[in-house]
C-alpha cells in the first residue's frame, strides 16, 4: 500500500500545475484545462484521505467529489458559452487580446 | 426539502422560463417579472416566520432526503434578509430596465437561482452544502453578469471573473479537502468540536490559507480585486446593484462564519493577517476611484473600500466590532443599490456611463439626482444617514480592541472617499450646457418607486438604527458563542 503522504505530494503537485497553467497559458481553452486541474486535485485530495483510516472507505468524500464533478462540468460549460462569444467578437482565443478594459 | 424559503426560490426560479414561454404568446413578457417578483416576497414572509422560530427556539435544523444539512440561526435569519430584500428591489426595478433586452425568462430564472444560492449558503450547516450552494450563486452570476452577449464588454468581463473566481472556487475545495483530513467530519459544528480536541497543526495552518484564499477572491480583498470592477461595471445595473450590494457581502459572511466556528483556534493569527489586509483593501478601494471617469466603475472601485471597512470590523474579533461588520453589510447593501440604481436610471436615459457627458443631468431627473445623493452621501458616511451608524460602532470597536491605528485608518478613508463622491454630485448638479442632456426625461416611475423606497430606508435606519443594531448584536453573539 502507498503511504497517504505520497497521495497528498501527489494532490499539492496537480494544485501547483493547476496555478501554473492559469499563470502562464494565453489560450483561453487552455486556461479553462487549468480551473479543471485544481478542480481535480481537490477531488482527488478527498478521495484520497476518504481511505486514510485502514478497512473503512468514508461515503461523505465520495458523494462530494460526485457533486463537485457535476459542479466543475457545470462551470465549464458556461465557460465554454462565454468563449464561443469571446471568439465571436475578438476573433481569437488569445487572451492577451481581452484588455480594452482598463482603469 | 430544503428550509420553505429556499424550497420557494428553487420552484419559482424552475417555473418563471414556463410562464415566460406562455405569456410570450400573448405578448406581455414583463409579467414574468411579475411573477418572479411575487416569489421572493414569499419567501421573505417564510424568512419571517423563520425568524420567529428562530428567536423562540434556537436554531433549527433541517436534514434532508439528500443529507444535506440546513442548520438556520438568527445570522443566516439576518443576511438572508438583506438578500431577498435587495433581490425584491432588483427584480422589481428590471421589470422596466431589461424591457429592450432579449429572453427575459431566463434572466428572471438566473437572478432567483443566484438569490437561492445565496440564502443556501448563509443557511447551510456544513461545508458540503455550503460549497454546493456557493457554487449556485457563482455559476449563475458569470452567466448574469454576461447577459448582455451582443457587446464584447460583459463577454470580457464575464471571462475574467469566471476564471478568477473558479479558481478561488477550487482553491476552496482544496482546503475544505485538508479539513476533512484532519477531522474526519465536515460540519461546522463538528469541525468546532473535533479541531479544539486536535490542536493547531501545520496542516490546520495550511488548510487556513487555502480557505481564506478561495473567500478572499470572492470578497475582493486587495491583492484579489481585480476582477471586481470590470464585472460590476459590465453587469446591467441590476445586476451591479446585487454584485456590489449582497454577492461580495456572501463572502464576507463566509469569513466570518468559517473564522469564527471553524479556525477559532487559531483566531489571533488570522486576525492579524486581516487587519493588514483590511488597510490595503481600504486604501487601494478609495484612492483608485479617484481617477475613474466612468460612473459604474468609480462605484465598484468605491465598494472594495467598504470592504475593507467590514474587515476592519472583523479584525477587532470582539462582540461590538462584529455588531458593526453586520451593520455595514445591511447598510451597504441599501446605499450601494441605490446608487448602482440610479446610475442605472442615467443609463437608461442617456445611454452613456461617461461623467463628462452626464454634466447637469440632475437638473432634469430631479427625483434621481435626489436620491443618488442621499445615497453618495449615506456612502460618505454622512451623519444623519445609515453609512454613519455603522462606520462609528466600527471605529469605537477598534478602539475598544485596543487597535485605534485600524479606526484611524477608517476614518482617514471616509475623508479621501468623500472627494469622489462629492465630484459626482457637483457633476450631476451642474448648469445644463449639452444639447442631449437639455432633452432628457425623468426615468419610468415604477424605477423611481423603487429608488425613493431604498433612499427612505436609508433615512429610516439613519436616524432609528435600534432595531437594526439589537438585529445585528444578536446575531453577532450567535456566532461568537457557537
Same mark, same amino acid.
Given at each position: 500500500?502507498?503511504?497517504?503522504?505520497?497521495?497528498?505530494?501527489?494532490?499539492?503537485?496537480?494544485?501547483?500545475?493547476?496555478?501554473?497553467?492559469?499563470?502562464?497559458?494565453?489560450?483561453?481553452?487552455?486556461?479553462?484545462?487549468?480551473?479543471?486541474?485544481?478542480?481535480? #486535485?481537490?477531488?482527488?485530495?478527498? $478521495?484520497?484521505? /476518504?481511505?486514510?483510516?485502514? @478497512?473503512?472507505? &468514508?461515503?461523505?468524500? !465520495?458523494?462530494?467529489?460526485?457533486?463537485?464533478?457535476?459542479?466543475?462540468?457545470?462551470?465549464? #460549460?458556461?465557460?465554454?458559452?462565454? $468563449?464561443?462569444? /469571446?471568439?465571436?467578437?475578438? @476573433?481569437?482565443? &488569445?487572451?492577451?487580446? !481581452?484588455?480594452?478594459?482598463?482603469? | 426539502?430544503?428550509?420553505?424559503?429556499?424550497?420557494?426560490?428553487?420552484?419559482?426560479?424552475?417555473?418563471?422560463?414556463?410562464?415566460?414561454?406562455?405569456?410570450?404568446?400573448?405578448?406581455?413578457?414583463?409579467?414574468?417579472?411579475?411573477?418572479?417578483?411575487?416569489?421572493?416576497?414569499?419567501?421573505?414572509?417564510?424568512?419571517?416566520?423563520?425568524?420567529?422560530?428562530?428567536?423562540?427556539?434556537?436554531?433549527?435544523?433541517?436534514?434532508?432526503?439528500?443529507?444535506?444539512?440546513?442548520?438556520?440561526?438568527?445570522l443566516?435569519?439576518f443576511m438572508?434578509?438583506v438578500?431577498?430584500?435587495?433581490?425584491?428591489?432588483?427584480?422589481?426595478?428590471?421589470?422596466?430596465?431589461?424591457?429592450?433586452?432579449?429572453?427575459?425568462?431566463?434572466?428572471?430564472?438566473?437572478?432567483?437561482?443566484?438569490?437561492?444560492?445565496?440564502?443556501?449558503?448563509?443557511?447551510?450547516?456544513?461545508?458540503?452544502?455550503?460549497?454546493?450552494?456557493?457554487?449556485?450563486?457563482?455559476?449563475?452570476?458569470?452567466?448574469?453578469?454576461?447577459?448582455?452577449?451582443?457587446?464584447?464588454?460583459?463577454?470580457?468581463?464575464?471571462?475574467?471573473?469566471?476564471?478568477?473566481?473558479?479558481?478561488?472556487?477550487?482553491?476552496?475545495?482544496?482546503?475544505?479537502?485538508?479539513?476533512?483530513?484532519?477531522?474526519?467530519?465536515?460540519?461546522?459544528?463538528?469541525?468546532?468540536?473535533?479541531?479544539?480536541?486536535?490542536?493547531?497543526?501545520?496542516?490546520?495552518?495550511?488548510?487556513?490559507?487555502?480557505?481564506?484564499?478561495?473567500?478572499?477572491?470572492?470578497s475582493?480583498?486587495?491583492?484579489?480585486?481585480?476582477?471586481?470592477?470590470?464585472?460590476?461595471?459590465?453587469?446591467?445595473?441590476?445586476?451591479?446593484?446585487?454584485?456590489?450590494?449582497?454577492?461580495?457581502e456572501?463572502g464576507i459572511y463566509a469569513i466570518c462564519r468559517?473564522g469564527f466556528?471553524?479556525?477559532?483556534?487559531?483566531?489571533?493569527?488570522?486576525i492579524?493577517?486581516i487587519?493588514?489586509?483590511s488597510?490595503?483593501?481600504?486604501?487601494?478601494?478609495?484612492?483608485?476611484?479617484?481617477?475613474?471617469?466612468?460612473?459604474?466603475?468609480?462605484?465598484?472601485?468605491?465598494?472594495?473600500?467598504h470592504i475593507g471597512y467590514m474587515l476592519a470590523g472583523i479584525a477587532t474579533g470582539t462582540a461590538l466590532g462584529l455588531t458593526g461588520t453586520l451593520m455595514h453589510i445591511f447598510n451597504h447593501a441599501?446605499?450601494?443599490?441605490?446608487?448602482?440604481?440610479?446610475?442605472?436610471?442615467?443609463?437608461?436615459?442617456?445611454?452613456?456611463?461617461?461623467?463628462?457627458?452626464?454634466?447637469?443631468?440632475?437638473?432634469?431627473?430631479?427625483?434621481?439626482?435626489?436620491?443618488?445623493?442621499?445615497?453618495?452621501?449615506?456612502?460618505?458616511?454622512?451623519?444623519?444617514?445609515?453609512?454613519?451608524?455603522s462606520e462609528?460602532t466600527i471605529v469605537l470597536a477598534t478602539?475598544?480592541a485596543?487597535?485605534?491605528?485600524l479606526?484611524?485608518?477608517v476614518?482617514?478613508?471616509?475623508?479621501?472617499?468623500?472627494?469622489?463622491?462629492?465630484?459626482?454630485?457637483?457633476?450631476?448638479?451642474?448648469?445644463?450646457?449639452?444639447?442631449?442632456?437639455?432633452?432628457?426625461?425623468?426615468?419610468?416611475?415604477?424605477?423611481?418607486?423603487?429608488?425613493?423606497?431604498?433612499?427612505?430606508?436609508?433615512?429610516?435606519?439613519?436616524?432609528?438604527?435600534?432595531?437594526?443594531i439589537?438585529?445585528a448584536k444578536?446575531a453577532a453573539?450567535?456566532l461568537l458563542?457557537?
Amino acid at each position: 500500500m502507498i503511504a497517504p503522504p505520497h497521495y497528498l505530494v501527489f494532490s499539492f503537485t496537480l494544485y501547483m500545475i493547476g496555478i501554473y497553467c492559469l499563470v502562464t497559458k494565453r489560450n483561453m481553452i487552455r486556461l479553462l484545462l487549468g480551473i479543471e486541474i485544481l478542480i481535480n #486535485a481537490a477531488n482527488f485530495n478527498f $478521495i484520497s484521505l /476518504a481511505s486514510s483510516i485502514p @478497512g473503512l472507505i &468514508d461515503p461523505l468524500a !465520495l458523494s462530494i467529489v460526485t457533486v463537485s464533478i457535476g459542479l466543475a462540468a457545470s462551470v465549464s #460549460a458556461v465557460a465554454v458559452i462565454i $468563449i464561443v462569444y /469571446a471568439y465571436r467578437h475578438y @476573433g481569437t482565443l &488569445d487572451v492577451r487580446m !481581452l484588455k480594452r478594459l482598463k482603469g | 426539502m430544503f428550509s420553505p424559503t429556499i424550497d420557494v426560490l428553487l420552484i419559482f426560479a424552475l417555473t418563471t422560463p414556463l410562464i415566460g414561454w406562455l405569456v410570450e404568446r400573448i405578448r406581455k413578457v414583463q409579467l414574468c417579472g411579475v411573477y418572479a417578483s411575487i416569489g421572493l416576497m414569499i419567501s421573505l414572509w417564510y424568512i419571517y416566520e423563520l425568524f420567529g422560530k428562530v428567536s423562540s427556539d434556537g436554531a433549527q435544523t433541517f436534514t434532508s432526503f439528500f443529507s444535506s444539512q440546513l442548520r438556520i440561526d438568527l445570522l443566516g435569519i439576518f443576511m438572508a434578509t438583506v438578500f431577498v430584500l435587495i433581490g425584491i428591489s432588483a427584480s422589481v426595478y428590471s421589470l422596466r430596465y431589461m424591457e429592450r433586452d432579449t429572453g427575459i425568462p431566463l434572466f428572471y430564472s438566473l437572478l432567483l437561482l443566484m438569490i437561492s444560492g445565496m440564502v443556501g449558503t448563509v443557511f447551510s450547516g456544513d461545508f458540503f452544502t455550503f460549497f454546493v450552494f456557493w457554487e449556485m450563486m457563482c455559476i449563475s452570476s458569470y452567466t448574469l453578469v454576461a447577459f448582455r452577449k451582443q457587446r464584447w464588454e460583459p463577454i470580457e468581463a464575464a471571462f475574467k471573473y469566471l476564471i478568477m473566481s473558479s479558481a478561488g472556487s477550487a482553491t476552496l475545495l482544496f482546503g475544505m479537502s485538508i479539513l476533512y483530513g484532519i477531522c474526519g467530519t465536515l460540519n461546522f459544528q463538528g469541525l468546532h468540536i473535533a479541531l479544539s480536541n486536535v490542536g493547531s497543526s501545520v496542516w490546520l495552518y495550511v488548510s487556513a490559507i487555502f480557505i481564506l484564499i478561495g473567500l478572499g477572491v470572492k470578497s475582493a480583498i486587495v491583492p484579489l480585486h481585480t476582477w471586481l470592477p470590470d464585472a460590476h461595471s459590465a453587469a446591467p445595473s441590476s445586476i451591479s446593484a446585487m454584485l456590489s450590494g449582497v454577492v461580495v457581502e456572501t463572502g464576507i459572511y463566509a469569513i466570518c462564519r468559517v473564522g469564527f466556528t471553524v479556525l477559532s483556534g487559531i483566531q489571533s493569527q488570522w486576525i492579524s493577517v486581516i487587519a493588514i489586509l483590511s488597510v490595503l483593501t481600504m486604501l487601494v478601494g478609495n484612492l483608485t476611484p479617484l481617477l475613474q471617469t466612468d460612473l459604474k466603475r468609480l462605484l465598484a472601485y468605491s465598494s472594495i473600500g467598504h470592504i475593507g471597512y467590514m474587515l476592519a470590523g472583523i479584525a477587532t474579533g470582539t462582540a461590538l466590532g462584529l455588531t458593526g461588520t453586520l451593520m455595514h453589510i445591511f447598510n451597504h447593501a441599501l446605499m450601494k443599490g441605490t446608487a448602482f440604481l440610479c446610475a442605472g436610471v442615467i443609463l437608461y436615459r442617456l445611454e452613456t456611463r461617461e461623467l463628462k457627458e452626464m454634466s447637469g443631468v440632475g437638473r432634469r431627473m430631479p427625483v434621481t439626482a435626489i436620491t443618488f445623493i442621499i445615497s453618495l452621501l449615506a456612502l460618505t458616511g454622512l451623519p444623519p444617514l445609515n453609512g454613519f451608524v455603522s462606520e462609528v460602532t466600527i471605529v469605537l470597536a477598534t478602539i475598544e480592541a485596543n487597535m485605534a491605528w485600524l479606526g484611524v485608518a477608517v476614518i482617514i478613508n471616509s475623508i479621501i472617499s468623500a472627494a469622489y463622491y462629492i465630484r459626482v454630485i457637483r457633476t450631476i448638479l451642474q448648469p445644463v450646457t449639452q444639447k442631449k442632456i437639455e432633452e432628457v426625461k425623468e426615468g419610468p416611475p415604477i424605477m423611481l418607486a423603487v429608488l425613493c423606497i431604498l433612499s427612505a430606508m436609508i433615512i429610516i435606519f439613519g436616524i432609528w438604527p435600534d432595531a437594526l443594531i439589537n438585529f445585528a448584536k444578536n446575531a453577532a453573539s450567535v456566532l461568537l458563542g457557537g
